[in-house]
């Protein structure tokens, strides 16, 4: 029977999968017993989603939850992927059929409240196995997985990811939509977006994250090269620091893919936590190569650059997200982003 606290586990269940920025861009319906999830008009298409790719891979991620959950409850459904022109923003319908199957999913559902972004520095190894175990379950028909975590691929990655990272401090609207998502004051966590605990930055570092956060102050320290400075912080170094890097690509370059890629994303996430491993996700040189109009033409050379790598990393297409794994020893010490109250993502 499908309970007022049912419907509530479900949702609960869902958004607890990541988003860009913890943007959380998910609205839910139910009509009888289909759920509707849908991306928030209020919550998407910011300069960097123009084209719902980051909305679509956190709906993916989402969609994938409310699947573990009721499958690990033995709640047969049928999930329909939809996101066409008629209706851009609805994801994919839910349907319960009603019927009892047996529990299955009960690990990756276990892990759901616990999954987390780690990212703290360094990592410490883990057994070879894990990063093969991790790979196979993101090559699907759908999604590709590359391993970078070493030699020529490794090289190529950190560099695509530290052009990537530096243009986001470089471009003034990508610049403002960073630091918008960024709560400074929230000590006790936000209840969407950032604040500086989850963002893994460094007490010292802080007043000057602040004042980066000022448009003219940033162009002016870009004078100096801050933006290459934040860029090497946030991506060479954690991830020269780290045993495994992956990377995992849709296989079509489609908003289907991009859903596709969300929900393998969330599978691995999971998979890694059962593993204890601690996980960072990378997406800007990804959305900067799929999403050109983001980029002015005055760094049409570095976006040139990142393109070539990422298509030296994967010839099939430039779009894609890296993970970054590992064993962080203090992973007790990391703190999490928190959600909105749950009656906030049901439509009125
Ligand atoms: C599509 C997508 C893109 C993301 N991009 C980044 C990123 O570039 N850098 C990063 O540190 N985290 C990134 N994340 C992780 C989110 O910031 C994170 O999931 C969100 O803040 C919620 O926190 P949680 O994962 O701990 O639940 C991304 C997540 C998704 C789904």
Redesign the pocket.
């Known amino acids: 029977m499908l309970t007022q606290k049912l419907k509530s586990d479900i949702i609960s269940a869902a958004i ?7 943007s959380q861009p998910w609205i839910f319906d139910w009509q009888d017993s289909t759920l509707l999830l849908r991306i928030d008009a209020t919550r998407s298409g910011s300069i960097s989603d123009t084209n719902y790719l ?1 909305s679509d ?2 709906s993916g ?1 989402c969609l994938e939850n409310i699947h573990i959950f009721l499958a690990s409850l033995g709640i047969e459904h049928n999930i329909e992927i939809l996101p066409n022109l008629d209706d851009p923003l609805l994801i994919a319908k839910v349907q319960l059929t009603g019927r009892s199957i047996l529990p299955a999913e009960a690990t990756l559902a276990s892990m759901i409240p616990l ?3 780690n ?1 703290r520095f360094p990592f410490t190894p883990h057994a070879k196995r894990l990063t093969q175990k991790l790979l196979e379950s993101a090559s699907t028909p759908l999604t590709e997985a590359i391993d970078c975590s070493n030699g020529m691929q490794k090289k190529v990655a950190c560099r695509a990811l530290f052009k990537a990272e530096s243009l986001r401090f470089q471009i003034k609207h990508v610049h403002e939509e960073l630091f918008k998502t960024v709560r400074f004051n929230d000590k006790e966590g936000a209840q969407e977006g ?1 604040d500086l605990r ?1 963002l893994n930055i460094e007490p010292f570092a802080r007043p000057i994250f602040k004042l980066a956060s000022n448009w003219p102050t940033m162009a002016w320290l870009n004078k100096l090269g801050m933006s290459y400075v934040f860029g090497y912080r946030s991506t060479v170094l954690p991830t020269k620091l780290s045993p495994t890097l992956l990377l995992i690509s849709p296989k079509e370059n489609s908003r289907q893919g991009a859903i596709s890629l ?1 929900r393998i ?1 969330e599978r691995c996430w999971l998979s890694a936590t059962a593993m204890g491993l601690s996980v ?5 040189p990804g959305v900067f190569t799929r999403n050109h109009a983001t980029i002015p033409n005055e760094h049409a050379t570095t976006l040139q650059q990142i393109t070539e790598s990422m298509l030296t990393l994967n010839p099939a297409g430039t779009g894609g ?1 890296f993970l970054r794994i590992g064993i962080d020893k203090h992973s007790s010490n990391n703190a ?2 928190r959600r909105r109250n749950l009656t906030d993502f049901i439509n009125k």
């Open positions: 607890l999968a990541p988003s860009a920025d913890n980051l891979i956190a991620s999954r987390q972004s990212r950032m989850s969300g994303l960072q996700v990378y997406a800007a997200l999490r982003t």
